[in-house]
């Protein structure tokens, strides 16, 4: 398992955000402003597929971080990613 974290919103996140949030429970506004701000995580398996995502963005504290649109590939899941 490798996790990278990207400074803008890559296709990796897009490609499985939409599968996860748009495809399977039917959000049709998965995408929004705080993209542009946040940092964005992509865990990949150990053959480079991109399995799961997350972003984190400023809280209402400097010192904090919020974490958010957390999610992970169907055939990933239960598998502790």
Known sequence: ???????????EAV???????MTEQGFR??????????????????????????RTFPGSDPRERVFGRLAVRKPWRGKGI
């Open 15 to 21: 490609l499985i955000r939409a599968e996860v949030f």
């Open 29 to 54: 506004d998965e995408f929004d402003d705080t993209d542009h701000t946040a940092f964005h995580y992509v865990a990949f398996d150990d053959d480079g597929t991109p399995v799961g995502v997350c």
């Open 1 to 11: 398992m490798k996790i990278s974290r990207y400074d803008s919103l890559p296709g």
